[in-house]
C-alpha cells in the first residue's frame, strides 16, 4: 500500500508498464518539485528505487501536453478534504494578503495624485489640467509599452523576486513625486512610475493561478482586485488626515501626500522580502528561507500535487517563455474580445476617477470634506467586488457577471448624465458614487474569463500582461476626455464615458456567444486541435 506521500500509478496502466513508467513520471515530477535544494521532496516512490539505468518508456520525450496528461495521470488525491483546506487557508494568510498589499499600494501611488489636485497641485507645479491630462496618459503608456518585456523577466527571475524589486522602485519613486516643481519633472515621475509599475498586475493574477486550483481563482481574483477599490476608498479619507500636515517642515499638505503614501510601498516591498513564497514548489521567502517554515512537508505536498491535478499544465509553468509562446497567445482572435471589454469601459474610469474629488469639490464642498466623500464609491466597489466573486466561484457564469456588472454601470451613467445638469448635490454625489463604485467591479471576473480560457501557463502570462495592457491603454485614453474647456459640468466627457461603456457591454455579450458557438464546433468535431482545450469558458 502506498504510504501518504506516495505517488501511485492508476489501475489502467498494464502491470508489466505500471511501474516503470510512473518511476519515471515521478522521478521527472520530483525534479521539477526540487527547485529548492534544501528541501527533498517525498514524492520518489519505492518504485523509483527499483528502476534499472535502462529502464525508459517511450514517451518520457513526448511533449508538453503528453508529459502533462502522463503526470496527472500518475498522481491520486491521498489526502483529505480538511488537510487541503488546511493547505488553502494557510495560502489564503499567506499569499493573498501579500499581493493584496502590493496592489493596494500600487493603486495608492497611481491614484493619490487625484487627491493633490484639491490642495493647489496644478498651480504649485506650474501645469494646467491639460498637461496634467498628458502627463496621466504617459504614465499608462510607458505601462502599454512594457508590460509584455515585464512579464518575460518575471518568468526569468521568479514571480517572488520580480514582484519585490517592483514594488519597491515604484515606492521610491512615489516618494520622490513630492519634489516636482515643474511640468518637466511632473511628466518625469509620470514615466517612471508607469516603468516601475508595469507587469505588477499580471505577474500577481499569474502567481495566484500557480498556487491555486481553477475553480478557486474567481473568489482570489476577485479578493485581489478589491485592493484597488479599497486604495480608491482609502485615499480620499488618507488624505483628509495628511492635509492637514501642510507647513510641517515647510511642505505643502501634497507633497506630504506623496511621501507618506510612498513610504508605505517601501514598508510593504520589505514584506516581499521577508514573507513572499515563491512557488507550489518552493514555498519559502527570500530572507526567511531557512527560518520559516509556513508548511510541514506533508502540506508541501498537498500544496504542489493539488493543483497539478486540477490542471495538469502547470508542471510546465517553470518552463522558460518563448517567442512562440508569445506568438501563439498574439494570435489568437479569442483573446482581442476580452481586451476590448476591458479597454472601452476601463478608460470611462480612467476618466471619472481622476476627477471626482475634484468634481466632488466643485459642488461646492471643502477641500477635505470632498477627499472624504470620494472614498464613498470605493467602498461600493469593495463590496460588489467580493460579492461578485463569490457568485462567480458558485455559478461559474463569468461572462454572464461580466455582461450583468456592466449593464448596471451603463444604466448609472445614464442617470449620472441626467441628474448632472439639476442643481441638487446631494443627487450628483449619489450617482458619481455609484458610477464609482460599479466602475470596476465587473473586471476581477472578466480577468479570470479570459485565463480560464488559455490552454498553458505560458500563454496565460502573456494574456494577463495584454489584458493589463488593454486596461491601461484604456485608461490613457481615458485621461484626455475630461478637459479644461468642458468643466466643471463635463458634458461632453459624460456622453463619451456613456459610450465607451454601452461598447464594452456590446463586446461582453458578443464574447459570451461566441463561447458558447464555439463549444457547439468542438462537440462536432470541427475545431482544430491547435486550439488546445477541452471546452471554452462562456
Given at each position: 500500500m502506498a504510504t501518504a506521500h506516495e505517488v501511485t500509478a492508476p489501475a489502467t496502466l498494464s502491470a508489466s508498464a505500471s511501474a516503470s513508467r510512473t518511476a519515471s513520471t515521478v522521478s521527472k515530477y520530483a525534479q521539477f518539485c526540487l527547485a529548492d535544494q534544501a528541501f527533498v521532496f517525498v514524492l520518489i516512490t519505492a518504485v523509483d528505487e527499483k528502476r534499472s539505468a535502462d529502464d525508459k518508456y517511450d514517451g518520457e520525450q513526448a511533449n508538453g501536453d503528453s508529459w502533462a496528461a502522463t503526470t496527472s495521470a500518475a498522481l491520486s488525491a491521498d489526502w483529505t478534504e480538511a488537510e487541503e483546506a488546511a493547505v488553502r487557508w494557510k495560502l489564503d494568510l499567506i499569499v493573498m494578503p501579500l499581493l493584496w498589499l502590493g496592489f493596494f499600494v500600487f493603486q495608492l501611488e497611481r491614484g493619490n495624485i487625484s487627491n493633490a489636485l484639491t490642495d493647489g497641485f496644478l498651480k504649485a507645479v506650474g501645469i494646467t489640467q491639460d498637461q496634467f491630462n498628458t502627463g496621466q496618459g504617459v504614465l499608462y503608456l510607458g505601462i502599454v509599452l512594457l508590460e509584455i518585456p515585464s512579464n518575460v523577466l518575471l518568468n526569468k527571475f521568479s514571480a517572488q523576486k520580480w514582484l519585490t524589486i517592483q514594488v519597491f522602485a515604484f515606492g521610491?519613486?512615489?516618494?520622490?513625486?513630492?519634489?516636482?516643481?515643474?511640468?518637466?519633472?511632473?511628466?518625469?515621475?509620470?514615466?517612471?512610475?508607469?516603468?516601475?509599475?508595469?507587469?505588477?498586475?499580471?505577474?500577481?493574477?499569474y502567481t495566484i493561478s500557480t498556487f491555486y486550483k481553477r475553480s478557486e481563482l474567481a473568489r482570489r481574483n476577485a479578493i485581489f482586485f478589491t485592493a484597488t477599490a479599497t486604495a480608491s476608498a482609502c485615499s480620499g479619507l488618507l488624505a483628509t488626515g495628511i492635509l492637514p500636515l501642510a507647513g510641517t517642515d515647510g511642505l505643502a499638505g501634497w507633497r506630504w501626500i506623496f511621501i507618506v503614501?510612498?513610504?508605505?510601498?517601501l514598508f510593504v516591498a520589505l514584506l516581499f522580502l521577508a514573507f513572499m513564497?515563491?512557488?507550489?514548489?518552493?514555498?519559502?521567502?527570500?530572507?526567511?528561507?531557512?527560518?520559516?517554515?509556513?508548511?510541514?512537508?506533508?502540506?508541501?505536498y498537498i500544496l504542489l500535487a493539488r493543483v497539478v491535478l486540477d490542471d495538469a499544465r502547470k508542471t510546465d509553468q517553470n518552463r522558460p517563455l518563448t517567442w512562440a509562446d508569445i506568438r501563439s497567445t498574439l494570435t489568437n482572435w479569442r483573446v482581442y474580445p476580452h481586451l476590448l471589454v476591458t479597454m472601452a469601459p476601463i478608460a470611462s474610469v480612467g476618466a471619472i476617477g481622476t476627477y471626482s474629488p475634484t468634481i466632488i469639490k466643485s459642488l461646492k464642498f471643502s477641500t477635505l470634506k470632498a477627499n472624504a466623500l470620494s472614498s464613498v464609491g470605493g467602498w461600493i466597489l469593495v463590496v460588489m467586488m467580493v460579492v461578485g466573486g463569490i457568485l462567480s466561484d458558485k455559478t461559474k457564469a463569468r461572462g454572464l457577471l461580466v455582461i450583468a456588472g456592466l449593464t448596471f454601470l451603463w444604466v448609472w451613467w445614464i442617470v449620472l448624465q441626467q441628474v448632472s445638469l439639476g442643481t441638487d448635490k446631494w443627487t450628483k454625489f449619489a450617482f458619481l458614487s455609484l458610477v464609482n463604485g460599479f466602475g470596476t467591479c465587473w473586471h476581477p471576473m472578466n480577468a479570470t474569463w479570459l485565463s480560464l480560457n488559455q490552454a498553458t501557463p505560458q500563454q496565460r502570462s502573456v494574456a494577463m500582461a495584454m489584458f493589463v495592457m488593454a486596461a491601461n491603454t484604456g485608461a490613457a485614453v481615458g485621461s484626455q476626455i475630461m478637459r479644461a474647456s468642458d468643466a466643471p459640468l463635463y458634458r461632453k466627457g459624460f456622453v463619451a464615458n456613456l459610450c465607451l461603456v454601452s461598447a464594452g457591454l456590446a463586446f461582453a455579450i458578443g464574447q459570451s456567444v461566441q463561447y458558447r458557438w464555439s463549444n457547439k464546433r468542438l462537440r462536432r468535431g470541427e475545431l482544430s486541435s491547435e486550439d488546445r482545450v477541452d471546452k471554452y469558458h462562456p
Amino acid at each position: 500500500m502506498a504510504t501518504a506521500h506516495e505517488v501511485t500509478a492508476p489501475a489502467t496502466l498494464s502491470a508489466s508498464a505500471s511501474a516503470s513508467r510512473t518511476a519515471s513520471t515521478v522521478s521527472k515530477y520530483a525534479q521539477f518539485c526540487l527547485a529548492d535544494q534544501a528541501f527533498v521532496f517525498v514524492l520518489i516512490t519505492a518504485v523509483d528505487e527499483k528502476r534499472s539505468a535502462d529502464d525508459k518508456y517511450d514517451g518520457e520525450q513526448a511533449n508538453g501536453d503528453s508529459w502533462a496528461a502522463t503526470t496527472s495521470a500518475a498522481l491520486s488525491a491521498d489526502w483529505t478534504e480538511a488537510e487541503e483546506a488546511a493547505v488553502r487557508w494557510k495560502l489564503d494568510l499567506i499569499v493573498m494578503p501579500l499581493l493584496w498589499l502590493g496592489f493596494f499600494v500600487f493603486q495608492l501611488e497611481r491614484g493619490n495624485i487625484s487627491n493633490a489636485l484639491t490642495d493647489g497641485f496644478l498651480k504649485a507645479v506650474g501645469i494646467t489640467q491639460d498637461q496634467f491630462n498628458t502627463g496621466q496618459g504617459v504614465l499608462y503608456l510607458g505601462i502599454v509599452l512594457l508590460e509584455i518585456p515585464s512579464n518575460v523577466l518575471l518568468n526569468k527571475f521568479s514571480a517572488q523576486k520580480w514582484l519585490t524589486i517592483q514594488v519597491f522602485a515604484f515606492g521610491l519613486v512615489a516618494t520622490f513625486q513630492a519634489w516636482q516643481h515643474n511640468y518637466a519633472s511632473f511628466l518625469a515621475t509620470r514615466i517612471l512610475l508607469g516603468v516601475t509599475e508595469c507587469g505588477y498586475i499580471p505577474g500577481a493574477l499569474y502567481t495566484i493561478s500557480t498556487f491555486y486550483k481553477r475553480s478557486e481563482l474567481a473568489r482570489r481574483n476577485a479578493i485581489f482586485f478589491t485592493a484597488t477599490a479599497t486604495a480608491s476608498a482609502c485615499s480620499g479619507l488618507l488624505a483628509t488626515g495628511i492635509l492637514p500636515l501642510a507647513g510641517t517642515d515647510g511642505l505643502a499638505g501634497w507633497r506630504w501626500i506623496f511621501i507618506v503614501e510612498g513610504c508605505m510601498a517601501l514598508f510593504v516591498a520589505l514584506l516581499f522580502l521577508a514573507f513572499m513564497p515563491a512557488s507550489p514548489a518552493r514555498p519559502t521567502a527570500i530572507l526567511l528561507a531557512n527560518r520559516v517554515n509556513y508548511f510541514t512537508e506533508r502540506e508541501r505536498y498537498i500544496l504542489l500535487a493539488r493543483v497539478v491535478l486540477d490542471d495538469a499544465r502547470k508542471t510546465d509553468q517553470n518552463r522558460p517563455l518563448t517567442w512562440a509562446d508569445i506568438r501563439s497567445t498574439l494570435t489568437n482572435w479569442r483573446v482581442y474580445p476580452h481586451l476590448l471589454v476591458t479597454m472601452a469601459p476601463i478608460a470611462s474610469v480612467g476618466a471619472i476617477g481622476t476627477y471626482s474629488p475634484t468634481i466632488i469639490k466643485s459642488l461646492k464642498f471643502s477641500t477635505l470634506k470632498a477627499n472624504a466623500l470620494s472614498s464613498v464609491g470605493g467602498w461600493i466597489l469593495v463590496v460588489m467586488m467580493v460579492v461578485g466573486g463569490i457568485l462567480s466561484d458558485k455559478t461559474k457564469a463569468r461572462g454572464l457577471l461580466v455582461i450583468a456588472g456592466l449593464t448596471f454601470l451603463w444604466v448609472w451613467w445614464i442617470v449620472l448624465q441626467q441628474v448632472s445638469l439639476g442643481t441638487d448635490k446631494w443627487t450628483k454625489f449619489a450617482f458619481l458614487s455609484l458610477v464609482n463604485g460599479f466602475g470596476t467591479c465587473w473586471h476581477p471576473m472578466n480577468a479570470t474569463w479570459l485565463s480560464l480560457n488559455q490552454a498553458t501557463p505560458q500563454q496565460r502570462s502573456v494574456a494577463m500582461a495584454m489584458f493589463v495592457m488593454a486596461a491601461n491603454t484604456g485608461a490613457a485614453v481615458g485621461s484626455q476626455i475630461m478637459r479644461a474647456s468642458d468643466a466643471p459640468l463635463y458634458r461632453k466627457g459624460f456622453v463619451a464615458n456613456l459610450c465607451l461603456v454601452s461598447a464594452g457591454l456590446a463586446f461582453a455579450i458578443g464574447q459570451s456567444v461566441q463561447y458558447r458557438w464555439s463549444n457547439k464546433r468542438l462537440r462536432r468535431g470541427e475545431l482544430s486541435s491547435e486550439d488546445r482545450v477541452d471546452k471554452y469558458h462562456p
